[in-house]
C-alpha cells in the first residue's frame, strides 16, 4: 500500500478501510475513531460507500458497522457511535460520557442532545479517574465543511487516558486528520484512513506542520 502522506509519526491512507484494514499485518495500541453516524444532517455519505444518494436502510447499516468492527484488530478500541447506534456495535466493557454543555444538535424527540457515549473496549493505559467528560461540542478553526468533527480536546483526552509516549494509533475514519493531528502532538504514532480524498488533503496539511514534542 503507498501512503498518500507519510512522516515519522503519521501515515496516511487514502481509500475505504473495509479494502485497508485486511492489508495490515500487525495490531496497533489503540483503535480511536469516528465513524459515520447514518445520519442525514450530519452527512453520512451512502453515495461514498454504496454508489447510492441517500441514508442507509437500518440494517444495510448495522452490518457495515458490524463490517469494519470486525477488521481492526487492537487489544483497546475507543469510538464514538451516536446514542442511537449503540446497539449496531458489540457490548461495550465501558461506556464513556462526553457532555457538550453548548449541543444545538437535536434528540429524535425534539430536544437537545446534550451527551454523546463513548463506547471504550479494553483496558485503558491510565486510571479512569471519571467516566465524564465535559467539552464543548463545537470545534473552530478546522471544521470547514466537514459535517461532524470531534473537538481536539476531545481527542486529547481519549488518548491521554487510553495510551502511553509512543504508542500506535489507528483512525479507519480519519476525516479532517483530528486523531492523527492529535497523536503526533502527544508523542503517539498514529496510523490514518480516509475515504474522501478532499478530507486525505487537509488531514496531510494538518500533520504536516511541525508539533512542539512533549518533554
Request: glycine share 6%; with cysteine; charged share 25%.
Amino acid at each position: 500500500m503507498k501512503p498518500y502522506y507519510q512522516d515519522k509519526w503519521v501515515t496516511i491512507y487514502h481509500g475505504d478501510c473495509r479494502e485497508i484494514l485486511p492489508q495490515f499485518d500487525g495490531k496497533v495500541d489503540l483503535v480511536l475513531t469516528d465513524p459515520p453516524y447514518n445520519a442525514t444532517d450530519i452527512g453520512f455519505n451512502k453515495a461514498t460507500y454504496l454508489n447510492q444518494p441517500m441514508k442507509l436502510a437500518d440494517e444495510e447499516y448495522a452490518q457495515f458497522c458490524r463490517d469494519w468492527f470486525s477488521l481492526v484488530k487492537s487489544p483497546l478500541i475507543a469510538l464514538t457511535c451516536g446514542i442511537g447506534n449503540i446497539w449496531n456495535y458489540p457490548p461495550a466493557d465501558w461506556v464513556l460520557c462526553w457532555d457538550k454543555p453548548n449541543s444545538l444538535s437535536r434528540n429524535r424527540w425534539g430536544g437537545i442532545n446534550a451527551w454523546e457515549p463513548v463506547l471504550l473496549y479494553g483496558k485503558p493505559a491510565n486510571r479512569l479517574v471519571k467516566d465524564i467528560k465535559r467539552i464543548p461540542a463545537f470545534s473552530y478553526g478546522v471544521s470547514g465543511n466537514h459535517p461532524c468533527p470531534k473537538p481536539m480536546a476531545l481527542i486529547d483526552w481519549l488518548i491521554l487516558l487510553t495510551t502511553k509516549d509512543n504508542a500506535c494509533i489507528l483512525d479507519p475514519f480519519l476525516g479532517k486528520g483530528t486523531t492523527c493531528y492529535c497523536a503526533k502532538k502527544l508523542n503517539r504514532y498514529s496510523i490514518g484512513i480516509e475515504i474522501e480524498e478532499k478530507y486525505c488533503e487537509i488531514a496531510a496539511k494538518r500533520c504536516c506542520q511541525e508539533v512542539m514534542e512533549l518533554v
